[in-house]
């Protein structure tokens, strides 16, 4: 039977050991995650941005889908750390090929590597290679598939807490295409276990999951209803396949629908946060002058993903090391008894 | 050569008989049964086990010609005996594909010269199973196919299979047809449920296979092609069939094995041994097969073996291959259902004999003189340990591992030879 989100990623000490999805992980967890990270904003002010936690380990970004700001932040938070960090292109790497995922994966730790930053095109990737390729080293996952995307919940779940000082008593929109988002999948989660008062899904039927209820959120259809008296409002990108896979007739019609524009905003509580994980549509599905307006957060979300990526790194690193220590001293004590 | 076996219990009308009895086996056929016969050759102690027909699987991958790093004649005929069986209809997914009386012919001799069990070939429906083309189907019929089907693949293109069943019925033939709608289904890998919604697995709606089946009975009615469909998943699904039998469609269906005992439930931690198609459904879809198999809307229960390698399973969830090796397990899982009161044991004994000996329209096996000897003991009190190490197939992707099952066959005898005997491991 394969593992649980839970028991994957947790040490039986529970310590973070792999950071795969928000599945699993509890409040507590979450809390000392944006704890760690707004301890390391403060090391983004400085004039030598570096801290030794990581020193001597070796970071592999490990990107089979295209990414450019999840994988220079991940970049920039491994050498914040002091990590030597390599960066694989994949489309040049030995799965173009015909090597297996795993395969690879095991020729990249036999070169001593301790971490692996994964993004992969497939739901579960990072779960499969913690649970079944590589274990003792630690996964951190940069996005699977339409599965989750947990390190971008969680730098927006810090730039909540940022600007909300809690959850409690919040209501969040989510607002555009939540069946192939990965994104929306670990905020919905966070955001629940993070004890908000109620998570909003805004979207047309073509673009939300089967049953969306069972995921623990209110659903929408209209934006106008849907947007009213939230404090936080995150928009997701649209990607263009959706028109030509009938999931939507046009960009126009859905910016006319679903389009966050400064007279819809004006349905929300006042002050309400604007948020968008990026790269954004300007016109698709946020006006400019919303996303260049007073009540966008969303360049402080950037910001924000470099101190997240470098909490969950040290952490899950710190947890794969003692792991291992626990192990060896129980292989010691086994070989002397 | 005489062959008794002594002190074993027949089943008759889904009840074990109160008291042991002999049969006697003589050129490949049973020649009493009752009462001992002094003057055989050999006499066996049955010790009080129960002595079924053998099994009839209509649906089994044996991978062999083309993938046989994942299973051969030879390993898959011996874990069908050693799962009760005595007979496979092997499905035309090889590689090459089984559309030609030359592949056909070669799956016989493969199964003729190494195989244990009676081996039937299903010849592919279209050529290729590309499902553009009609196969050679009077062909494949003379080289000795005993249907043609789709292979478990989706058949996209109404015309082509519309086509398949009227040339089809020109012959009498039966076509054993998987239904999926392969642009509902595309991009698919596990029941479009809550669990799929949160693990982000793309889905595969029940529609997919509900519009296909709908679109194959229509076909069917029009065409009067002779029609066996399955493995089917969905309770929406057996409402279809049954309507359209009420209004006297001569149709048959099949469940597989997997989609009786487990649900969506199982891929939860993405678990690829569970990853099969059509995918592991709800609670409410496997309630509703089982009363199907109870009630007789469903002909017959198949175990869909479909042998797998490590690899085709050593990766993230949606990249693995589909299929798992069941065929040793179908009975035990089957007689589990009966011991949980889910399922009759007239019922599972039908659905793995009568009913697809019908589809098949082959003579009902049954225990009586002049019969052939197909039959295997069973200790249905004791229970079996399932691991790798311990099924014969090459595939170790049992829907149940790593546990014990109910029902040890002790042995497995096609045409009064033995297939399988757990006295000297396999024949």
Redesign the interface.
């Given at each position: 039977?394969?593992?649980?989100?839970g028991s994957?990623q947790h040490t039986p000490e529970g310590e973070l050991r792999h950071f795969i999805s928000i599945?699993g992980l509890d409040r507590a967890m979450l809390t000392r995650i944006l704890d760690t990270a707004d301890s390391f904003i403060e090391v983004g002010e400085r004039t030598i941005k570096k801290v030794p936690l990581l020193r001597g380990r070796t970071v592999v970004n490990l990107f089979f889908e295209p990414s450019t700001r999840t994988r220079s932040t991940f970049e920039l938070a491994a050498k914040r750390l002091s990590a030597d960090v390599l960066n694989l292109d994949i489309g040049t790497s030995a799965t173009s090929k015909g090597e297996?995922?795993?395969d690879t994966l095991l020729n990249l730790r036999a070169m001593a590597s301790d971490m692996f930053v994964i993004r992969?095109a497939?739901?579960?990737?990072a779960?499969?290679i913690a649970?079944?390729v590589t274990p003792d080293v630690a996964i951190i996952n940069a996005g699977?598939?339409?599965?989750?995307h947990p390190t971008q919940a969680m730098l927006d779940m810090l730039t909540i807490r940022q600007h909300t000082g809690a959850f409690e008593g919040l209501k969040v929109a989510i607002v555009g295409d939540i069946e192939h988002s990965?994104v929306a999948?670990s905020q919905i989660r966070a955001l629940n276990t993070l004890g908000v008062e109620e998570v909003r899904l805004i979207a047309p039927d073509t673009l939300l999951?089967?049953?969306?209820e069972?995921?623990g959120v209110r659903v929408f259809s209209h934006l106008e209803e849907g947007l009213r008296g939230v404090d936080v409002v995150i928009m997701l990108r649209l990607q263009r396949e959706r028109m030509e896979t009938a999931l939507l007739p046009s960009e126009r019609e859905y910016y006319k629908l679903y389009g966050l524009t400064t007279e819809k905003l004006a349905r929300t509580a006042p002050n309400a946060l604007v948020m968008h994980p990026g790269p954004i549509n300007r016109g698709v599905e946020i006006e400019s002058a919303v996303a260049d307006g007073p009540q966008s957060v969303i360049l402080g979300q950037v910001t924000n993903g470099i101190a997240i990526r470098m909490a969950v790194m040290s952490m899950a690193m710190s947890g794969q090391l003692a792991e291992r220590q626990r192990e060896s001293a129980r292989n010691r004590e086994g070989t002397r008894s | 050569m005489s062959l008794c076996i002594d002190n074993i219990r027949l089943v008759r009308d889904g009840k074990p008989d109160a008291t042991t009895s002999s049969v006697v086996v003589e050129d490949g056929r049973f020649v009493a049964v009752g009462d001992s016969v002094d003057r055989c050759e050999q006499h066996v102690d049955g010790q009080g086990q129960w002595l079924l027909p053998g099994l009839i699987d209509l649906n089994c991958h044996l991978r062999e010609p083309g993938a046989e790093r994942r299973g051969r004649i030879a390993t898959e005929t011996r874990a069908a005996a050693h799962g009760g069986f005595t007979t496979v209809c092997a499905a035309p997914d090889t590689s090459p594909v089984n559309d030609s009386g030359a592949v056909t012919n070669l799956i016989r001799d493969l199964a003729e010269s190494q195989g244990v069990v009676r081996v039937l070939p299903v010849g592919a429906m279209t050529r290729g199973l590309g499902g553009e083309q009609l196969s050679d189907m009077a062909g494949l019929l003379s080289a000795g196919c005993v249907a043609l089907g789709s292979g478990g693949r989706p058949t996209a293109n109404s015309r082509v299979l519309r086509r398949c069943m009227a040339y089809a019925h020109t012959f009498g033939l039966t076509l054993f047809v998987q239904p999926e709608n392969a642009s509902l289904s595309a991009g698919g890998c596990a029941h479009?449920?809550?669990l799929?919604?949160?693990?982000?697995?793309?889905?595969i709606?029940e529609v997919s296979e509900t519009t296909a089946v709908s679109e194959l009975l229509l076909l069917a009615e029009e065409t009067g092609a002779r029609l066996h469909i399955g493995p089917l998943s969905c309770a929406r699904s057996l409402q279809l069939l049954e309507s359209a039998r009420q209004g006297g469609l001569r149709v048959t269906a099949e469940v597989a094995i997997h989609h009786l005992v487990h649900t969506d439930a199982r891929i939860?931690?993405?678990?690829?041994t569970y990853h099969c198609r059509p995918p592991l459904r709800s609670e409410e879809d496997r309630q509703a097969l089982l009363a199907g198999v109870e009630s007789g809307l469903v002909d017959a229960i198949t175990s869909q073996h479909r042998p797998q390698d490590g690899?085709a399973k050593?990766?993230?969830?949606?990249?693995t291959e589909p299929g798992l090796s069941t065929v040793e397990s179908v009975f035990s899982l089957g007689l589990g259902l009966v011991q949980s009161g889910d399922l009759s044991l007239g019922r599972l004994l039908e659905a793995l004999g009568r009913g697809p000996a019908e589809v098949l329209g082959q003579a009902v096996p049954a225990i009586e003189p002049g019969n052939p000897a197909d039959f295997f003991l069973v200790k249905p009190d004791e229970s079996w340990w399932v691991a790798p190490e311990t099924l014969l197939s090459a595939g170790k992707h049992a829907p149940v591992l790593y546990d014990n099952l109910p029902g040890v066959v002790s042995c497995t005898y096609v045409g009064g030879h033995c297939a399988y005997s757990d006295q000297k491991g396999n024949a």
């Amino acid at each position: 039977m394969a593992k649980t989100p839970g028991s994957l990623q947790h040490t039986p000490e529970g310590e973070l050991r792999h950071f795969i999805s928000i599945d699993g992980l509890d409040r507590a967890m979450l809390t000392r995650i944006l704890d760690t990270a707004d301890s390391f904003i403060e090391v983004g002010e400085r004039t030598i941005k570096k801290v030794p936690l990581l020193r001597g380990r070796t970071v592999v970004n490990l990107f089979f889908e295209p990414s450019t700001r999840t994988r220079s932040t991940f970049e920039l938070a491994a050498k914040r750390l002091s990590a030597d960090v390599l960066n694989l292109d994949i489309g040049t790497s030995a799965t173009s090929k015909g090597e297996s995922l795993s395969d690879t994966l095991l020729n990249l730790r036999a070169m001593a590597s301790d971490m692996f930053v994964i993004r992969h095109a497939a739901s579960g990737a990072a779960h499969f290679i913690a649970d079944a390729v590589t274990p003792d080293v630690a996964i951190i996952n940069a996005g699977d598939g339409r599965h989750a995307h947990p390190t971008q919940a969680m730098l927006d779940m810090l730039t909540i807490r940022q600007h909300t000082g809690a959850f409690e008593g919040l209501k969040v929109a989510i607002v555009g295409d939540i069946e192939h988002s990965r994104v929306a999948r670990s905020q919905i989660r966070a955001l629940n276990t993070l004890g908000v008062e109620e998570v909003r899904l805004i979207a047309p039927d073509t673009l939300l999951p089967h049953k969306p209820e069972a995921l623990g959120v209110r659903v929408f259809s209209h934006l106008e209803e849907g947007l009213r008296g939230v404090d936080v409002v995150i928009m997701l990108r649209l990607q263009r396949e959706r028109m030509e896979t009938a999931l939507l007739p046009s960009e126009r019609e859905y910016y006319k629908l679903y389009g966050l524009t400064t007279e819809k905003l004006a349905r929300t509580a006042p002050n309400a946060l604007v948020m968008h994980p990026g790269p954004i549509n300007r016109g698709v599905e946020i006006e400019s002058a919303v996303a260049d307006g007073p009540q966008s957060v969303i360049l402080g979300q950037v910001t924000n993903g470099i101190a997240i990526r470098m909490a969950v790194m040290s952490m899950a690193m710190s947890g794969q090391l003692a792991e291992r220590q626990r192990e060896s001293a129980r292989n010691r004590e086994g070989t002397r008894s | 050569m005489s062959l008794c076996i002594d002190n074993i219990r027949l089943v008759r009308d889904g009840k074990p008989d109160a008291t042991t009895s002999s049969v006697v086996v003589e050129d490949g056929r049973f020649v009493a049964v009752g009462d001992s016969v002094d003057r055989c050759e050999q006499h066996v102690d049955g010790q009080g086990q129960w002595l079924l027909p053998g099994l009839i699987d209509l649906n089994c991958h044996l991978r062999e010609p083309g993938a046989e790093r994942r299973g051969r004649i030879a390993t898959e005929t011996r874990a069908a005996a050693h799962g009760g069986f005595t007979t496979v209809c092997a499905a035309p997914d090889t590689s090459p594909v089984n559309d030609s009386g030359a592949v056909t012919n070669l799956i016989r001799d493969l199964a003729e010269s190494q195989g244990v069990v009676r081996v039937l070939p299903v010849g592919a429906m279209t050529r290729g199973l590309g499902g553009e083309q009609l196969s050679d189907m009077a062909g494949l019929l003379s080289a000795g196919c005993v249907a043609l089907g789709s292979g478990g693949r989706p058949t996209a293109n109404s015309r082509v299979l519309r086509r398949c069943m009227a040339y089809a019925h020109t012959f009498g033939l039966t076509l054993f047809v998987q239904p999926e709608n392969a642009s509902l289904s595309a991009g698919g890998c596990a029941h479009d449920g809550v669990l799929a919604a949160r693990l982000g697995l793309p889905g595969i709606p029940e529609v997919s296979e509900t519009t296909a089946v709908s679109e194959l009975l229509l076909l069917a009615e029009e065409t009067g092609a002779r029609l066996h469909i399955g493995p089917l998943s969905c309770a929406r699904s057996l409402q279809l069939l049954e309507s359209a039998r009420q209004g006297g469609l001569r149709v048959t269906a099949e469940v597989a094995i997997h989609h009786l005992v487990h649900t969506d439930a199982r891929i939860d931690g993405y678990d690829s041994t569970y990853h099969c198609r059509p995918p592991l459904r709800s609670e409410e879809d496997r309630q509703a097969l089982l009363a199907g198999v109870e009630s007789g809307l469903v002909d017959a229960i198949t175990s869909q073996h479909r042998p797998q390698d490590g690899a085709a399973k050593q990766a993230p969830f949606p990249e693995t291959e589909p299929g798992l090796s069941t065929v040793e397990s179908v009975f035990s899982l089957g007689l589990g259902l009966v011991q949980s009161g889910d399922l009759s044991l007239g019922r599972l004994l039908e659905a793995l004999g009568r009913g697809p000996a019908e589809v098949l329209g082959q003579a009902v096996p049954a225990i009586e003189p002049g019969n052939p000897a197909d039959f295997f003991l069973v200790k249905p009190d004791e229970s079996w340990w399932v691991a790798p190490e311990t099924l014969l197939s090459a595939g170790k992707h049992a829907p149940v591992l790593y546990d014990n099952l109910p029902g040890v066959v002790s042995c497995t005898y096609v045409g009064g030879h033995c297939a399988y005997s757990d006295q000297k491991g396999n024949a």
